[in-house]
């Protein structure tokens, strides 16, 4: 069984321009869940989505957006970038009571 | 709303010691937890989870944890630890229904240095 994959792997922005990072979740997995790991802030949650709908958002800027494909894929987008928004961003689909994370995506704004 | 705690940002301990990773949580409602690890650069993986039952639990790599509802804990042990282990735990904890939980609320993480 594929696991979650996420791509890039890595992405180098420039303050101002907008990023885009990719998730493909485990077959069958309709869930998707994105999370911001930023040095020293832990895991912060940003986007959740099920059914091709966004289903619960955490405390980020309506800068922070995305969707989900019918496919269940999913993109996290960015716009507006700012240097905090330097972090590993990863993704995560679910079954009923377990969740299973991509290795992320390290997004480095200069 | 539910929060986690873990209690120490570094535990440093010598290869082959006993480890307990400490973490407690807040909430009103039932709830499902969890410990994940992450290895340098690497995603999470699930150590294992605590979803109603038995309130020992035991999961991969000799690892197992404690629900405890009065105390609201959830402690990560393992009796003897490898130079392997070293990595970043976190605990998490998600509001338990029927059928699922939806989102996951993690603590800071608990940086794990085993040394030889």
């Known amino acids: 069984e594929a696991g979650v994959t996420q791509s890039p792997t890595h992405l180098i922005k420039t303050r101002g321009q907008q990023a885009t990072l990719r998730c493909s979740p485990i077959s069958g997995h309709t869930s998707v869940y994105w999370y911001q790991q930023a040095l020293g802030l832990g895991l912060q949650f940003l986007l959740w989505y099920d059914e091709g709908e966004e289903r619960n958002r955490g405390n980020f800027p309506p800068r922070f957006s995305g969707r989900q494909f019918p496919n269940y894929s999913s993109e996290l987008n960015v716009n507006a970038l700012e240097l905090e928004d330097s972090a590993l961003y990863l993704c995560a689909s679910k079954r009923p009571t377990e969740a299973f994370f991509g290795q992320g995506t390290r997004l480095t704004v200069v | 709303a539910q929060s986690v705690t873990q209690l120490d940002s570094q535990v440093p301990v010598f290869e082959e010691a006993p480890v307990e990773l400490r973490c407690n949580y807040s909430?009103?409602?039932?709830?499902?937890l969890f410990w994940y690890v992450q290895y340098p650069n690497q995603g999470l993986q699930l150590l294992l989870k605590?979803?109603?039952?038995?309130?020992l639990v035991k999961g991969i790599n000799g690892f197992e944890a404690e629900f405890n509802k009065s105390q609201t804990s959830f402690h990560l042990r393992k009796p003897s630890v490898h130079i392997s282990d070293t990595a970043e735990y976190f605990c998490a904890v998600s509001r338990g229904f029927s059928g699922g939980y939806n989102k996951l609320i993690f603590g800071a993480g608990t940086r794990l240095a085993v040394h030889p």
């Open positions: 605590y979803l109603s039952g038995s309130t």
């Open positions: 909430s009103s409602v039932s709830v499902y």
